[in-house]
């Protein structure tokens, strides 16, 4: 059989056309299914911030990103330590993330001062404006940054000590002298004190190992103790309630994890909402349709009021029966 030469070598080319646009459109469709690269970064670990990361991961999941799937999910925590923070920050740029989340206002400057190219989210800030980390909340002049606040009017926060505690004067705050959304906090609970006439006791600390004198040195003091959306202090919330709870002292708190851990009370946001909320921000980026810039800050408007059963028998306290309370027990 006679072999024909121009024939087998027509052949031979169509096959490796064939093969290079298949190797064309396979590359194309590991593209389109590439793996995103997502850190996140939290201070520390306590129920509120928790929360807020399982509300993120959770609104991926409910979009389509599974992580070891399509999503490769890299979370570190800074043991509450600023300079970790920065670390983790430095390392995630060096990673080269898709898009960086950031829990708390330490972590979020942090990632705000590390890059200026990938998207940051961050959550758990109570004054992204004050904390240099946009300059608007809504975001028109904004770079490769937004997110979701947890302000909520200290006017929502106090109504809970004239309702609770009706006779209460001199109301005393624990708050992180390093903390800018502590600041913020502080001073507008002495604006709001003066309304009211009321007497600020306050007490700034510096790290954990101050919390256990800053709680006795008001024992006595005062009438109240105001918590704050404060991570160092909510992060040493049990030793606090421990003492205040023993000394008759109401705790009025600004998340629900703080209740859980033995305040009497608190008025904030669902921190579990808040963190699905910038989920869902992530989600629109991730896809490419959206920019941070093109996001303003979000914040959820209407506090959720929760109660601790378990203080309220130890100080002889009842639910108000106007109020729509949110009953907890304190969790060992």
Not at 199 to 212: D, H, L, P, R, T
């Amino acid at each position: 059989m006679k072999i024909n030469k121009k024939l087998i070598a027509l052949i031979t080319t169509g096959i490796l056309s064939v093969s290079m646009l298949t190797g064309c459109s396979g590359g194309g469709e590991s593209s389109s299914n590439e793996v995103k690269k997502v850190g996140i970064t939290q201070l520390v670990e306590h129920p509120s911030l928790d929360q807020t990361k399982e509300g993120f991961i959770k609104a991926l999941e409910d979009n389509g990103y599974k992580d070891g799937e399509n999503v490769e999910i890299d979370y570190q925590n800074a043991q509450n330590d600023n300079p970790t923070s920065q670390t983790i920050a430095s390392n995630f740029v060096n990673d080269k993330k898709d898009l960086i989340y950031a829990i708390s206002t330490p972590s979020a400057q942090a990632a705000f001062n590390a890059t200026q190219d990938i998207p940051v989210l961050f959550t758990a800030v109570t004054d992204p404006v004050e904390a240099g980390l946009v300059k608007s909340l809504d975001n028109k002049d904004g770079g490769n940054v937004t997110g979701t606040s947890d302000f909520l009017s200290i006017d929502k926060t106090m109504s809970l000590v004239e309702k609770l505690t009706p006779q209460a004067k001199k109301i005393a705050v624990i708050y992180s002298t390093s903390e800018v959304n502590s600041k913020v906090q502080v001073d507008s609970l002495k604006e709001y004190a003066k309304t009211k006439g009321w007497e600020v006791i306050e007490k700034g600390i510096s790290a954990s190992s101050e919390v256990n004198q800053a709680i006795t040195s008001v024992v006595g003091k005062a009438d109240v103790l105001y918590v704050p959306t404060d991570n160092l202090v909510v992060s040493s919330m049990p030793i606090i309630a421990k003492v205040a709870n023993e000394n008759k002292l109401p705790i009025i708190a600004s998340d629900e994890g703080s209740v859980t851990s033995g305040a009497l009370a608190c008025g904030g946001v669902d921190y579990y909402q808040l963190g699905y909320k910038t989920g869902e921000m992530a989600v629109q980026i991730l896809k490419g349709e959206k920019q941070p810039s093109d996001l303003a800050v979000e914040t959820m408007d209407e506090p959720v009021i929760t109660m601790n059963e378990d203080t309220m028998k130890t100080l002889g306290i009842e639910k108000p029966a106007d109020m729509d309370v949110k009953l907890v027990k304190t969790e060992n």
